[in-house]
T-cell receptor
């Protein structure tokens, strides 16, 4: 099993550009989530999904959009990038109430 | 507001020492608590998961405990090694949001030879 995979590993955007961060898991997990990690702070939840076709907002959803058309994939879209979205983004997956598995992260810089 | 706090923010110990990392949470309606390790520039590696019905979990030199009444969890590392140097994060989920983790800011551990 590859576990949770994320692409790209690194990305630099200009303010106002849009992009999609990819996340995929091969463990047939129901739950998938996106977090961002900023220096000196814990990870914060952006959006999550409890199954294909079902998504909901987390703590810091503004400026991000998600969809979940398959069990395996959970892309995160930045609609119009802002410098405040410079961060490291992590995707995670799990079965209900079980251990969460994290991907290797995407380092995003917005200039 | 549900919050998770980790103290201290950084810790430096000599090799071989037994040590305890602390995690506290504000809501006793905890669903589960997970400890992670993060190496610089890397993702999160799960170490231990404790369900709310459990008091502790063990894996090798690691032991994690959970006390819901006091709102605390501890991660005990026995016989520390330089390879244990990393940031340790605790994250809790609460009733009504069992897949939504709330993270502490982490404890940065340095084990020196």
């Amino acid at each position: 099993n590859a576990g949770v995979t994320q692409t790209p590993k690194f990305q630099v955007l200009k303010t106002g550009q849009s992009m999609t961060l990819q996340c995929a898991q091969d463990m047939n997990h129901e739950y998938m989530s996106w977090y961002r990690q900023d220096p000196g702070m814990g990870l914060r939840l952006i959006h999550y999904s409890v199954g294909a076709g079902i998504t909901d907002q987390g703590e810091v959803p503004n400026g991000y959009n998600v969809s979940r058309s398959t069990t395996e994939d959970f892309p995160l879209r930045l609609l119009s990038a802002a410098p405040s979205q410079t961060s490291v983004y992590f995707c995670a997956s799990s079965d209900r109430g079980h251990e969460q598995y994290f991907g290797p992260g995407t380092r995003l810089t917005v200039t | 507001k549900q919050e998770v706090t980790q103290i201290p923010a950084a810790l430096s110990v000599p090799e071989g020492e037994n040590l305890v990392l602390n995690c506290s949470f504000t809501d006793s309606a905890i669903y589960n608590l997970q400890w992670f390790r993060q190496d610089p520039g890397k993702g999160l590696t799960s170490l231990l998961l404790i369900q709310s019905s459990q008091r502790e979990q063990t894996s090798g030199r690691l032991n994690a405990s959970l006390d819901k009444s006091s709102g605390r969890s501890t991660l005990y590392i026995a016989a520390s090694q330089p390879g244990d140097s990393a940031t340790y994060l605790c994250a809790a989920s609460f009733s009504g949001g069992y897949n939504k983790l709330i993270f502490g800011a982490g404890t940065r551990l340095a084990v020196h030879p």
